[in-house]
């Protein structure tokens, strides 16, 4: 039986090490915590997702949360002008729910179920001269270790890496007690703020299984909403929370104006500067490992993307291992693997990048949404399948040659 190590249980190592243990391979994960300790933990992530991802973990038979999560079902833009009123307010139901489940709760129960099925896992944390030791007892050791410093290992593709600092500074916090209608928790909301920054809400169910709203707050640097970096404690974190909702949306207030953090470590403040690194890592001894998810393609969140790339890489790392058989996993058959996955995960980065800086045309397709239902039907397609928002969502000119012909259509249907 071929010898799979992952370093790292989170949404890439736990999802790969499940497919791998379901199809036979002795598998090994190395995780820095044990579930207890995850489960106790602060707040690292909040992520949302979309159809696809989540059918490669209802597939996987790790849907545990399907029926009593609060999924989201709406979508809600609202987009601001520079003085702060309204400029766009649109909404509109998901043809697929999205879903967001506390990593907490989700990789601690995952972790368990790994070993259920057959699976080691071993509590350590691994450096590079463990990975190193290690290396020769498996045939291909696999680094899921996400924003862990082990990924360093890979070294960063200058080309494919677009940033050297990030573009936004982040606040989430999961919250309990909102006032008013039941229906709007079940939407995903994002609010505009032009050259300050963006407002999400979204249902989610966090790790002690009660449902629950995720606020994320992605604030240009020094900008006005950019207050979350001082933020030393829950309670700090609450009232700022608060602070930024009553100045930037007053006409929500209400609903959150008695709202409580789910639990005291229901909170997180960071920045992320995306990087993509090279997919195989050399070891001193000479061996290598690859990398996947987050440790190679690292991205900010905003576009809600790094967990469902983090479940397709895992797919599609694990269909590659099968389809190889019992030949060696060496450094080309890595490289062909992530060329693949680049094919898709490009437009992934690419929607990322146009939401981190929004060029012009992203205006008039954002117009054309609050109008057009077949617009807004392939954007949630993008978000959910990035190269179908090729060309047009990524080239101004394409962008109007599309938006010419979706809104013909739309004359068409409506004389
Ligand atoms: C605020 C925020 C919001 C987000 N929202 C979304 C969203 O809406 N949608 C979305 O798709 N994505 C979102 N993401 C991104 C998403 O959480 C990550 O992209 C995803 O978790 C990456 O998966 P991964 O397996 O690569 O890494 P992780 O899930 O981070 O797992 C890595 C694991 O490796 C362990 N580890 C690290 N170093 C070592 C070591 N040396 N030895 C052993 N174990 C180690 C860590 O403890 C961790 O458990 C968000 C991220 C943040 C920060």
Known sequence: MRQIGIIGAGQAGLCLGISLVDAGYDVTIFSDRTPQAVLN???RAAPLLFPDALEIERNLGLNFWDEESQVCTRFHNQVLDTEGNLLLDYSSNLEKPWQGVDTRLKFS???????????ELIVREINLDDLDKLAPNYDLVVVAVGKGSLATLFERDAQRSHHNKPKRHLGTGLFANLKGDPTSFRTFEITNLPNIGEIF????????ENPCYAFGFEAYPQGVTDRFSFVQ??????????????EFTPWEYEIFEDMELSEEKAWLCGAITPIVRRPVGHLPSGAIAMGIADAIILNDPIAAQGANNANKMAHLVAQKIIERGERKFDSEWMQAVFDEFW???QYSIGLTDCFL???EHLQDIGMAMAKNPDVLRDYFN?????????PWFFDSFKAKKYLAEKNAKNLAIVT
């Open 41 to 43: 933990s602060q707040l």
């Open 343 to 345: 094919e898709y995960v």
């Open 109 to 119: 129960s995952w972790m368990e179920e790994f070993v259920c099925r057959g699976g």
């Open 357 to 359: 800086s929004p060029p």
């Open 201 to 208: 809400k979204y249902p989610f169910y966090d790790k002690n």
């Open 233 to 246: 404690n829950g309670r700090e974190f609450l009232e700022t929370a608060k602070k930024v909702i009553r």
């Open 382 to 390: 993008g978000i959910n399948n990035p190269p179908s928002l090729s």
